[in-house]
């Protein structure tokens, strides 16, 4: 997701921060949404269990770091948090690997500090969503207080 000033920003079609469909290699292996080498076909979390290993990880984070950069010079965001079960298994192993990655893709601007672990893990996308359910149901409570 994208945070702007403290709060969701969505998109016009609801799908801002989808930075797992951004193909990092059109030629990969399918995806899918029906496109070829969209960033989540590298950096699931099924991938890693199925051959966790120094060598994977050290892909991923050559992956990860070219998503990153790709969305610093995007967005320009203070931060970009790493979640999810990828991120929780491998930990700071793939935080450091992918800030030492990060300056060969992303602009001088960009500080490879700039990407951090989520401190929810696995269950960010989980709490995520029921944030957005509970801000929903609030918005709708102000909504009826108007009419
Ligand atoms: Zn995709």
């Known amino acids: 997701g994208v945070v702007v000033d403290r709060k969701v920003y969505h998109g016009a079609?609801?799908?801002?921060?989808?930075?797992?469909?951004?193909?990092?290699?059109p030629d990969g292996p399918p995806c899918g949404c029906g496109k070829r080498g969209c960033a989540e076909v590298f950096l699931s979390y099924r991938r890693w269990q199925e051959g966790a290993?120094?060598?994977?990880?050290?892909?991923?984070?050559e992956r990860l770091a070219h998503l990153c950069a790709i969305t610093l010079s995007t967005l320009d965001p203070g931060l970009v948090v790493l979640g999810g079960?990828?991120?929780e298994a491998t930990g700071?192993?793939?935080?450091?690997?992918?800030r030492k990655r990060l300056p060969r893709y992303a602009l001088k601007v960009h500080?490879?500090?700039?990407?951090?672990?989520?401190?929810?893990?696995?269950?960010?996308?989980?709490?995520?969503a029921?944030?957005?359910?509970?801000?929903?149901?609030?918005d709708s409570l102000a909504f009826e207080e108007v009419m």
């Open 92 to 98: 700071e192993k793939l935080l450091e690997e992918v």
């Open 53 to 61: 290993s120094e060598e994977l990880l050290k892909e991923m984070a």
């Open 13 to 25: 079609r609801f799908h801002a921060g989808e930075v797992g469909h951004i193909p990092l290699d």
């Open 130 to 138: 029921g944030a957005l359910a509970a801000s929903r149901f609030v």
């Open 85 to 87: 079960p990828l991120a």
């Open 111 to 128: 500080e490879p500090d700039q990407v951090v672990l989520s401190p929810f893990g696995r269950d960010a996308a989980l709490l995520g």
